[in-house]
């Protein structure tokens, strides 16, 4: 299984991005040990995992401490280790993607309306709100027909301030 996984962490108000090894990982806590030691004093560290162009999770840790995790898809635990790895432990789902992604925001206005995905998300949709990124956005571009993972990442890393630095990440 293929994966591209990118961390930010932003101190100061500036973003910096790096790749991050899931390898030799137990579990979650392992993933945020790691994702901690990148930078102690980050106010904010997010982790973007991508599988097999299919499903995204999203690892947040605010100083540290706060872990909050969003998956694309509940079928990622199921179908990988890598899943499994990041997933196991979450059980609640995302409430009804349908009436999150139902009413488009106002910034969407003239976009056609999205069908319900085959996607089952799971975890904390709103985790990037405070950062422009609401759940019924990210929900959203979780929906979008013919959007893979580095389309999500990329959009929402746009909206945040750390497009650049991923963009540069990947062509390195």
Known sequence: MSY?????????????ASEFSLAGLADI?????????IDPDADTALLFVESDDSYLVIVRLDEGEDLRVF????????????????????EEP?????????????????????????????GDADLLA??????????????????????ITAEVCQAIGAGDEVEELREA
């Open 130 to 151: 405070d950062l422009g990124v609401p759940s019924a956005r990210l929900l959203a571009l979780c929906a979008q027909e013919g959007m893979l993972p580095s389309d």
């Open 94 to 122: 995302v409430l009804d993607i349908e009436e999150e992604t139902a009413a488009p925001a106002d910034d969407d206005a003239g976009q056609p309306p999205l069908t319900p995905p085959d996607a089952d998300p799971v």
């Open 29 to 37: 806590e392992d993933v945020a040990d790691r994702l901690r030691d």
């Open 4 to 16: 591209f996984a990118a961390a930010l962490v932003r101190g100061a108000g500036a973003w910096a």
């Open 71 to 90: 998956g694309s898809d509940a079928a990622f635990a199921d179908e990988s280790r890598l899943g499994a790895l990041l997933l196991g432990e979450i």
